[in-house]
């Protein structure tokens, strides 16, 4: 799959859009304007935040910023709860479509997939996902653009127990209100968010685990420290299994 930059040319058309999602042309908002998206066609869904499109006669595999849907095609995982289900709405969406694709600051990731927003119709389908619960906020700096936008969409989704968040097994993070940490019994965040080199998983640490000690949080590569098991559970990060 080649991974050779793009060059954006035209934006999509403008149409009833998310409620709360700003559309292609509201460049004052942070939104993409008609300098800043590419045009593409959608050949093939591959799960739910992983497309492959054709730009300019050329195909090029697509990886959705900002969010994660459960894994439903990694030969080393079982599928996920919810998984099946986030890869047909994201088939609904997009399969066989003509896409408008933003960039933010990278422009591919370590497998070299382009790492885009994906437009269709003037929505956003990145906020559609998470909106309506087949997505968790998933975000990387320097790719941030949405991160605000994606979250509180989640939020909401949690909260009103739409599709995931009502049929797996997530732990909704705790409130500020709650106040004591796991393991620290404090306000004190220990609980080590890491995200793997090699596999780009989003792992947890609890103090006494065997790489507890030696793992790094680094914030600028989107790692994070955690207050409870749930809060890294529903944020999309496993335990780690030592």
Known sequence: MTTAAVTPSATVGGAERLAGSPT????????????????????RVV?????????AGREFRVRYIGIDTPETVDPRRPV????????ERNRELVEGEAVGLEKDVSEADRYGRLLRYVWVDGEMVNARLVEEGYATASTYPPDVEYADLFTALQRQARESGRGMWSDCATPAPPSAADGLCDYSGAGERVIKGNISQNTGEKIYHVPGGEYYDQTVVDEAKGERWFCTEAEAVAAGWRKSKL
Do not use: H
Not at 24 to 43: D, N
Not at 47 to 55: A, P, Y
């Open 80 to 87: 996920e709860c919810f998984g099946r289900e986030a890869s």
């Open 47 to 55: 799960d739910g935040d992983t497309i492959d499109v054709l730009i």
């Open 24 to 43: 292609p042309a509201e460049s004052a908002a942070g939104s993409p304007t008609a300098a800043g998206v590419q045009e593409a066609a959608v050949t």
